[in-house]
């Protein structure tokens, strides 16, 4: 039985993507390594066609016509062999003494009655000159060695959210909720991140810091200038985020979650709002668009998000507010050195 399948989107990664599915391949053949070939024009190809020829037991490859990272996870969710699945950009890393631990906790819970939803890892930001140079530590909000519910966990900090490489999601959770991640759009792992939390019931965390995420490289998504100019995509994912669950789904799930999806939404809005200020007067009128269609959605949840202290920061009043939010922004981007 596959334990784990790690889902690795590739376009044109020929450059750096040895150096991720290397760091998965020590742990053996419980791992499920999936190779999705994005439609790519390098070698990227031919080289996860080289390791899944000399791998053949955990090393699987998909090419397909380039329809993005979306798309790259939405072929992972339907062909995975693992009982989970954790999603693994090709410029990344995982931490293999940190991958064998976390297979220790998966072989712990195959049995139907005991099996996780969801597992959440440390992890660290990684640059060129400077490997694990910020790390993320979720020990305040959850405790290791224990199986947790919403109620059990402690409430996070508004500033306290998941990323897409702390988690991995039992399989059959994501394909029974139907998870779709729109395809050719950027920022799609927000939608990854968020929509599955109310399927999520039994919570596992695992303490070392198993994922490496790479920043500093020109081209990455995160990076303000990308930001800027795929701000429709950035504002679409943010909308389609916001406007997945109205609020009366949020108003029953558990208190903890419930205060967490509200903070995780009011967080996404910050950034979204903050670069469309960046843009000028082109991105205000996208954000007056943005709060108009999240209020047509639901009205509730749209009074909601504005009175929460993150969402009143995007609607402080004429310039001086907008500066203020831009500053708040780019003050947090460089704590962590992007």
Known sequence: MKLLT?????????????????SMLPCGNELDILLIDDGST???????????????????????????HGEGLNQGIRHALGLYLKSVDSDDRLDTPSLMKMLDLLRAHTDEPDQLD?????????????????SVSYRG????DTVMTWDTVRSFPIWKQFMIHSLTYRTQL??????????????EDNLYIYQPLPYVKKIAYLTEPLYGY???????????????????????????????????????QPKKLR???????????????????????????????MWERIRTFDPVLFKKLRSHPLGFFT??????????????????????RF
């Open 6 to 22: 790690l889902v690795v989107p590739c376009y044109n990664s020929a450059s750096y993507m040895r150096r991720c599915v290397d």
């Open 42 to 68: 390098d070698e990227t190809g031919t080289i996860a066609d080289e390791y899944a020829a000399k791998h053949p037991d955990c090393v699987r490859v998909i090419h397909q016509e380039n329809g993005g």
């Open 118 to 134: 969801l597992i959440v890892n440390d992890y660290v930001y990684d640059r060129q000159d400077e490997p694990c140079c910020f």
């Open 141 to 144: 909000q959850l405790d290791p």
């Open 174 to 187: 994501l394909r029974d909720m139907g998870l779709e991640l729109p395809k050719h759009t950027f920022y």
């Open 214 to 252: 790479f920043i500093g490289r020109a081209d990455q998504s995160v990076n303000d200038g990308m930001l800027l100019r795929r701000l429709d995509q950035v504002t679409a994912i943010c909308e389609k985020m916001v406007t997945s669950y109205p609020y009366e789904t949020l108003r029953a």
């Open 259 to 289: 205060r967490y999806m509200m903070n995780n939404l009011a967080g996404q809005l910050f950034t979204t709002s903050a670069v469309q200020y960046l843009s000028g007067e082109s991105g205000v009128q996208k954000n007056r668009e």
């Open 315 to 336: 609607v402080l009043p004429g310039r001086a507010g907008r500066r203020l939010l831009v500053f708040a922004y780019q003050t947090g981007r460089k704590m962590i």
